[in-house]
């Protein structure tokens, strides 16, 4: 069987990406259906360096490793390539791999972009050719995308939001899940839905953060043009779609990327720097440019071919850090002899600066959890050039407060203001993720102390701090009506709790709270800047009270918020005021509808009675282990 001579290379393309400077590496690695001479087959292109050998063997020759052994390039690039006639879409294949040292191995298509459904793992020939009809969106997201604009993000896991009871793997496929997701968010009221990592994976159970296939939509749920369809419906009803990466390691599963021509191709040889203790995996060699160009072309290739308008970043401070979760003695230093990784620094770097030129009206974020400086300042001013950071310790801070008894949450006044010391540092997103749910942590609903009343009143009290705190917003699925297990992976959301009326009460709460999010400038347009905040009251400890405004560009979109998180009502509490007239409560966490006690707030009039440092005040009634958020009437 012949293998023709053939390249999508040029020297140009060659150059470029040994240079570590090639973006769109996915037009020219991988497999590629075309026609050579008027017969139709499939060119196949792969980076192997060190291997002696390389053949393809799939579906079409019976596996036969001697049946099609591909030409590698004079150059000394290491590619290997050629074009197999008669071989198209679904046709299965793998590269098989005869190293100098002997060793002999069969691997996936690094730059596949469709892999069998798991536990199989060969690629599969085929393509991202669709037509899209979000032009529109496309056009106009940097309205939604903006720093300055409402950005609510519910976090899902495509496998565990909602199952099919008629499916024996329980799944719902992509389609399945646009026509019922979209209905769903758009009465939420978020803004974007962030994918947890929908590229390929062997392990299921590692919710898609063990990648194999870095160019596949996981197969487990359609083909990629059915992805396409989720993002392109989710975009027509006007919702941002984020898609979680992960640049920072991968498995050692045998047909992946670890030792993929015999060596240590994309990782490092030595485990002081390529293995990563935490998770059983490995670590990118950030330092070779075309393990660079790899990981920068597949951020692309994801915003490009599946039109996402986002990428969150998976595990940045496990990147910045030579020594991190590493004792002494088990960690390399950097050049100079400290313990940033400097070759990830750059590259990150380069990744942000390359997307943002490409696409700058996206938003890259990153889960970091250092005080690392300038995560999300640019590149220019020495930062790392991110759009977000996970805002970390507001998330640890908050969750310990809102765990103690209220009796004794005096004592801990300042974890909930402590924050505000820092809060304009970066452009935090506010985060209550997946990991936050799992492993024993307990379900949110859980988190919080006191009887059922109770723990709803705190769960409502503490999403309306989120929610008017400073930065953009990320709730994990199921947190938004109080599920009350844990995150499984393995089975459905508890949708049945919605019939009860805590349940339905937060779900009602946070449809308010989106609503409020989203049309209330004071609470987004200054995300990042302390001009949209003012404390009025931060150190009431012994009542337990908080009282701040947020402010948008002009003064009436001001807005008054007031927490006491206490279970005492507290009648005749007087607060400053900002403004003189007439204050409105525009949202009660007490409400009845959102199972609250019903202690209702009157309209407030101010009086020229100076307090908290401002001239105007007002007697108000305090729901217990509530807030209200007020703004004052037109005039």
């Known amino acids: 069987m012949s293998v023709a001579v053939y390249s999508l290379f040029t ?3 060659v150059s470029l990406f040994r240079a570590g400077k090639h973006y769109r590496l996915y037009e020219k690695f991988g497999s590629h259906v075309l026609s050579l001479n008027g017969r139709q087959g499939t060119y ?16 079409f020759n019976g596996w036969n490793p001697n049946a099609h052994p591909l030409n ?27 190293a100098y040292h002997g060793a002999v191995s069969e691997k996936a298509d690094p730059y596949a972009l469709q892999s069998e459904i798991p536990p199989r793992t060969a690629s599969v020939v085929s393509t991202t050719w669709y037509t899209w009809t979000d032009e529109a969106w496309m056009q106009e997201r940097h309205q939604y995308n903006g720093l300055n604009r409402p950005i609510s993000v519910y976090e899902m896991h495509l496998g565990s939001w909602m199952r099919d009871p008629e499916n024996p793997a329980g799944l719902l496929g992509y389609r399945d899940v646009a026509e019922k997701l979209i209905p769903y968010i758009k009465e939420t009221g978020f803004t974007h839905v962030e994918l947890l990592p929908v590229m390929e994976h062997p392990y299921y159970p590692s919710w ?22 989720l993002i392109e419906q989710l975009h027509l009803n006007g919702i941002g779609v984020l898609l979680d990466w992960v640049p920072s390691h991968f498995p050692g599963d045998a047909h992946g990327l670890y030792q993929f021509d015999g060596t240590h191709l994309y990782e490092h040889a030595d485990p002081k720097e390529g293995y990563h203790p935490d998770w059983g995996s490995y670590i990118f060699n950030y330092g070779r440019n075309e393990v660079r160009s790899f990981l920068i072309s597949n951020a692309i290739f994801w915003l490009e071919r599946y039109h996402a308008d986002g990428l969150r970043v998976d595990a940045v401070a496990s990147m910045l850090y030579r020594d991190y979760s590493r004792k002494e003695g088990e960690w390399i230093p950097n050049i100079h002899g400290g313990r940033e990784n400097l070759e990830a620094i750059g590259f990150l770097k380069e990744l942000n ?3 943002y030129g490409h696409f700058p009206d996206v938003q890259t974020i990153a889960e970091e959890s250092t005080s690392w400086p300038g995560v999300s300042r640019p590149v220019y001013s020495g930062g790392l050039g991110f759009g977000m950071k996970w805002m970390m310790g507001w998330m640890h801070d908050s969750l310990t407060y809102f765990g103690h008894d209220p009796l004794y949450r005096q004592h801990h006044h300042a974890q909930l203001t402590f924050s ?5 540092h970066e452009n935090f997103m506010l985060p209550i993720s997946h990991d936050e749910v799992v492993h024993g942590k307990r379900s949110m609903i859980y988190k919080m102390p006191g009887d059922e009343w109770q723990k709803f009143a705190n769960l409502r009290a503490f999403y309306l701090y989120m929610f008017t705190h400073p930065g953009t917003k990320l709730l994990f699925m199921g947190c938004e009506f109080g599920q009350t297990a844990e995150w499984n992976h393995n089975q459905s959301l508890d949708w049945h709790l919605l019939q009860y009326e805590p349940h339905r009460g937060v779900f ?18 200054h995300s990042f800047s302390p001009d949209g905040f003012e404390w009025i009251e931060g150190g009431d400890s012994s009542n337990s009270v908080l009282a701040y405004t947020r402010k948008g560009y ?16 507290r009648y005749f509490y007087r607060c400053g005021l900002p403004a003189p007239g007439e204050w409105e409560v525009l949202l009660n966490t007490d409400d009845p509808r959102y199972f609250g006690s019903g202690i209702e707030l009157e309209a407030v009039v101010a009086e020229a009675v100076g307090w908290m440092g401002k001239p105007w005040s007002a007697n108000l009634t305090l729901p217990p282990l509530g807030g209200l958020i007020l703004k004052r009437k037109n005039t």
Do not use: C
């Open 508 to 525: 009602e709460f946070i449809k308010s709270l989106n609503h409020l999010y989203r049309t209330e400038q004071a609470l987004y347009e």
């Open 420 to 424: 505000m010391l820092y809060a304009f």
């Open 353 to 355: 600066e390359t997307i």
């Open 44 to 59: 196949f292109a792969v980076w192997a360096p060190n291997g002696e050998t390389v053949s393809v063997v799939g579906s």
């Open 72 to 98: 590698v390039r004079w150059d000394g690039s290491g590619i290997w390539e050629g074009f197999i006639p008669d071989v198209g879409l679904g046709d299965l294949y793998k590269y098989h791999i005869r």
């Open 208 to 229: 898609g953060y063990q990648t194999t296939g870095y160019f596949a939509a996981s197969s487990r749920y359609g083909t990629p043009q059915d992805l396409m369809y």
């Open 554 to 569: 002009q003064p009436e979109a001001e807005l008054l918020i007031i927490l006491n998180l206490t279970p005492v009502v």
């Open 11 to 13: 020297d140009f393309d």
